[in-house]
């Protein structure tokens, strides 16, 4: 006997490691080492085993009860799910359960729940006292009984709330009073919410319920700031009114009416977005699955589904499940098409959905008169033409398989987007943050502030200005990035030389070089420096010369990230740790990337099945995989002696790294596309932080109409660009458009700033051949006369191609099954395929070429035309049509291409050009993209009548003569002059380099760049001006780049 309690003993601490081993992020968070967590968890695990063999495998474990009986227990059956994320539609409420078991309470005095069966019983484990809150664990238990008796339609009368250690169970009764209280409250709060979303101007009230007026339950609350900042910021309270006499002066004195105003404004920006952003949750609340699919907003939904495969997701997903599913064939009855109207579910070759894109997956009856809202949060992970592929964060609860819950067992499947508001949470966690609570600079590992002396002094006294984490002492927030961000102090900067810092490093570490790696690798930085134009040198300077924050204007084409993966070459060579960080996954991992080939050591943390494919070996996952990485200390030296790091913004918020260290330098890359309140998480931990972007380019993605109309997007380096333009370094040399594409760049948007960085960029003009059938067939033909001539930009005008050219919009339910909104033109969506047709005939690199748009409708008719045009006419087959690119103009923010062709849609009598048309930074985008040639098809008169922007380029258009007036037959003629060509011609092997070269020159070209001389051996950047040598400019070696997702963020798809 005692043998095998031995035995059983060792098998249970065997399990115990295992779950430390599994666990070590989460001891790191909870500064618990692996001895300490052994022994909390032997203190635990006979109470657990015994819990188990009673409740479970015994005939029941004995209950506590109010008021208290003699002999009741609970047996559990079985395990029904576990950490179940339940949505209920009639009590309007969401819960998650620790376990939703199957069991049956027993009573000596009364009759038990089991006689039909067993019921279905909510099971919440707490550990710690429940002295304080005893109360709110019952009200949270007996919640979860109404969201379990809507869920499931069982009997769900009780629930178990277990306290460890010692283990208690309590069986928590659902009484109807106690049901009416917690309603009561709830409607309270809602009501409030209501009113709260209703504010029709900024300058409105914000009603929220009262404060409980109760000291002693405020101090040990874990909202006490967010509550005091809401209450004096926008109710004007105070101490009376707070209840909390001078702890709500001593929580809230240090902010200012600016701050107040500050948070005010942003407060109410974030509740708008989110308005916009429950409008789709409202919609999968109320709407049947196939009818939401079938309306206007139907990217938003897929219905009709079947499960055909569940088995378990891959490790590094971080998902559960991967579920395959179908369409379901049974045919729905449609009560609007009457007895014997059905609706037919198609394929999923038309849906808007797009890998990695999150959503919702849920339940619905075959009748539509049933939903289980949220089976589980999910990701696409594939769409092909008859399947679709997710992975699931929760497993599927067995009594919805079994048919048991309320949709029965005649059920569908559906997906829905998922309206993403944990990002809008964040960022009102942010902005609290930037206003109270703890200072940042309580955090000082993983900073080198000992080589910059100016800043320690600083650090050092708001780091004790700060409190410890405790109630009782103010929190003044983050102070510095309040001056700098809200009260727009003036940015302090150190003058300094960057050759003379490199000079400086190597000399410091030369009696530790013994081998001459750092004079090697310093020699090797200065080289590199001089390489750079003299914008680049000065970004390079500004940022290593910021002691608060730098900003680097980058145009278009201006190299902005290799600068940037430069300056990070030379933080880390300094000894000065760096954040690099973006709002998506792309544009982090495309700076990294660019880091890749120097070798630079780095840090990734994120999802791996997120990451680029080259940048996943460097996520902290794998890094400690490889390195057999096991221990709590071991994890946390890995975390905070990691130099470079990268990640993005909303991370910061969810990672436990960014508790335990700061970092001395933090490089935001597209900052104009990130709200205010969303990158304040990243700033706040470190010292200097450096904003990268284009505010003439797309703004941060703001859906709703009044925030945008209010300023919402309007970025952080955009107001502290206009604040300080001193602190502002522009990188105008371009080596991406030739000179036609860039006079237009600076005509409409940079005024003359951008400037060619070399004669071969200027003159990158696009040179096609054709092989004729018949040699004089194409000599007076206009398109061979469009393509080929030395104009960088060509503007085809649809006016006088005659017939039905206009635009067409609403539902398409003509047209296909789906009846989808759109905005299309297939006049010229048929001139864009005729003449990609072309190009690819003519020997242009179709992985070069890329069709734009500002709608996705569009985007999808052209489309499918090349996909005719690729499988009926003889471009070389069909195989090209995977590499021309068709794209929305939002998501080509950050790529370029050799030819890019712009269809603007918009035709009509009224010159309407809608609202994406209108915003002249997205026509920016779209006009920055191309290398070499810009093809321009739309309505001239429609665009240059409904648009101040469009009537500048109308103008530039003339004076410059290149615009071409489309005849009639210009879809015939593409057609016959495609058909003219006998065979299309392999593409120029230097044509295809200088396209993904991005306009640089090839290697035996000369070109002017800067060169450090033997009389400025100084390194002086003013001194370089006049060193202007001819040197061959080299190429990045290797094949086509790795395939990015796209950088930007799609705004609006759709209008």
């Given amino acids: 006997m005692g043998y095998r309690d031995d035995k059983r003993e060792s098998a249970h601490l065997s399990d115990i490691f295992v779950a430390c081993a599994c666990s070590i992020l989460g001891l790191v968070e909870c500064g618990l080492n692996e001895e300490k967590a052994l022994l909390e968890l032997r203190k635990v695990i006979e109470d657990y085993r015994s819990w188990v063999g009673e409740a479970i495998a015994g005939s029941g474990t004995m209950l506590n009860e109010m008021p208290p009986k003699n002999g009741s227990k609970v047996r559990v059956r079985r395990v029904l799910a576990t950490e179940e994320m339940m949505w209920s539609i009639k009590w309007g409420l969401k819960g998650a359960t620790d376990a939703s078991v199957e069991g049956t309470i027993i009573d000596p005095g009364n009759t038990d729940i089991g006689q039909t069966g067993g019921g279905v019983l909510p099971l919440e484990l707490k550990t710690g006292s429940k002295k304080y809150a005893g109360v709110e664990h019952q009200g949270q238990v007996i919640l979860y009984t109404l969201l379990l008796n809507e869920r499931y339609r069982q009997r769900c009368q009780d629930g178990l709330l277990i306290y460890v250690p010692p283990i208690e169970t309590n069986r928590i009764a659902a009484m109807a009073t106690h049901i009416r209280g917690l309603i009561m409250a709830r409607n309270n709060f809602a009501s409030a919410i209501a009113k709260v979303k209703a504010i029709g101007s900024s300058t409105s009230a914000q009603v929220f319920p009262p404060m409980i007026r109760n000291r002693r339950d405020c101090e040990r609350c874990f909202q006490l700031h967010e509550c005091v900042l809401h209450h004096v910021a926008t109710e004007n309270g105070t101490e009376e009114s707070s209840g909390l006499d001078e702890l709500f002066t001593l929580k809230t004195k240090h902010l200012g009416e600016a701050d107040l105003a500050y948070f005010r404004r942003w407060n109410r920006l974030i509740d708008l977005e989110q308005q916009h952003a429950e409008k789709n949750l409202r919609a999968l609340w109320l709407q049947v699955g196939w009818k939401r699919e079938l309306a206007q907003e139907s990217n938003t939904c897929i219905a009709q589904l079947k499960l055909v495969s569940d088995t378990p997701a891959p490790s590094e997903s971080g998902a559960k499940r991967t579920l395959r599913f179908v369409r379901d064939r049974r045919k729905r009855q449609d009560i609007n098409l009457g007895a014997g109207g059905y609706v037919q579910p198609t394929s999923f070759a038309g849906v808007r959905f797009r890998v990695d894109e999150r959503v919702i997956l849920s ?21 092909e033409h008859g399947l679709i592929t997710i992975e699931a964060r929760q497993s599927i609860p067995s009594i919805v398989i079994s048919g048991q819950s309320i949709v029965g067992k005649e059920y569908t499947w559906r997906l829905d987007k998922d309206a993403i508001m944990s990002g809008l949470r964040r960022a009102k966690e942010n902005l609290v943050r930037l206003f109270i609570g703890i200072p940042p600079e309580v955090v000082s590992a993983g900073t080198a502030l000992t080589s910059r002396p100016e800043l320690q002094v600083r650090m050092a006294s708001i780091a004790t200005s700060g409190d410890d984490g405790s109630n009782e002492t103010p929190g003044v927030g983050d102070t510095r990035r309040r001056n700098l961000i809200v009260h727009l102090a003036r940015p302090q900067f150190k003058p300094c030389r960057v050759t003379d810092i490199i000079t400086q490093r190597c000399r410091e570490r030369a009696k530790d070089d013994y081998n001459g790696s750092v004079a090697t690798h310093g ?52 000894g000065l740790s760096v954040l690099v960080t973006s709002y998506t996954h792309s544009a982090v991992d495309n700076l990294l990337l660019k880091l890749l080939a120097f070798q630079v050591p780095m840090l990734r943390i994120g999802n791996t099945a997120q990451v680029h494919p080259l940048i996943a070996d460097f996520t902290l996952d794998r890094q400690a995989e490889r390195e057999g990485i096991s221990s709590v200390h071991a994890m946390e030296a890995k975390m905070v002696n990691a130099q470079l790091v990268g990640c993005t913004c909303l991370s910061v918020n969810s990672h436990v790294l960014f508790a335990k260290r700061r970092f001395d330098f933090c490089i935001v890359d597209e900052a104009t596309q990130i709200t205010q309140p969303i990158v304040l998480s990243a700033l706040r931990c470190a010292d200097t932080f450096v904003l990268v972007g284009d505010h003439y380019q797309l703004p941060p993605l703001v859906a709703n109409a009044q925030a945008r109309k209010e300023g919402m997007d309007v970025s952080l380096f955009r107001r502290l660009a206009e604040a300080h333009p001193e602190a502002t ?56 006369q469009v393509l080929t001539n030395n104009r960088g930009v060509m503007f085809l005008d649809t006016d006088t191609m005659g017939g039905s050219i206009t635009e067409s919009s609403g539902t398409a339910q003509a047209n296909s099954s789906n009846g989808r909104r759109l905005m299309e033109n297939t006049a010229e969506a048929q001139v864009i395929a005729g003449l990609v047709e072309l190009l690819v005939l003519g020997s242009m690199p179709p992985e070069e070429i890329a069709v734009i748009s500002p709608f996705r409708s569009q985007v999808a008719l052209i489309q499918q035309h090349l996909t005719d045009v690729a499988a009926f006419r003889r471009a070389g087959g069909s195989e090209w049509i995977h590499s021309v690119e068709v794209s929305t103009i939002d998501k080509y923010q950050g790529k370029d291409k050799g030819v890019i062709l712009v269809s603007f849609v918009r035709c009509n009598e009224e010159k309407h050009v809608g609202e994406l048309l209108t915003d002249w930074r997205r026509i920016n985008v779209a006009l920055t993209r191309a290398k070499q040639k810009l093809l321009l098809v739309g309505s001239l008169s429609t665009l240059s009548g409904g648009s101040a922007l469009f009537h500048v380029l109308a103008d530039v258009i003339r004076e410059q003569q290149w615009g071409y007036k489309l005849p009639r037959d210009t879809v015939e003629t593409l057609r016959q002059l495609a058909m003219s060509v006998a065979a299309p011609i392999e593409p120029d092997p230097e044509q295809s380099t200088m396209s993904r070269s991005r306009g640089r020159p090839a290697s035996n070209v000369k070109v002017s760049i800067l060169q450090r001389s033997a009389a400025s051996s100084n390194g002086d950047i003013e001194s370089l001006v006049s060193n202007v040598s001819s040197v061959p400019i080299r190429l990045h070696q290797g094949g086509h780049p790795p395939q990015m997702k796209p950088i930007s963020r799609d705004i609006f798809g759709e209008m």
């Fill in 523 to 574: 020699q090797i930085l200065l080289d590199a420096f001089f390489e750079l134009n003299i914008d680049q040198q000065r970004a390079v300077q500004r940022v290593l010369s910021s002691l608060d924050y730098a900003l680097i204007l980058g145009m278009p084409g201006t190299g902005k990230t290799a600068t940037i993966a430069f300056t990070v070459r030379v933080l880390l060579f300094l």
């Fill in 729 to 784: 370094q522009q990188l105008s040399y371009q080596y991406r458009m030739n000179r036609d594409i860039m006079l237009l760049a600076n005509r409409l948007v940079y005024g003359d700033k951008l400037k060619c960085g070399s004669f071969q960029v200027a003159s990158n003009h696009l040179q096609l051949r054709w092989q004729w059938r018949d040699s004089t067939s194409h000599k007076v033909s206009w398109p061979t």
């Fill in 363 to 383: 339940a619905e009856s075959l009748d539509g008169k049933s939903l289980l809202v949220h089976v589980s949060r999910a990701t696409v992970r594939k769409i």
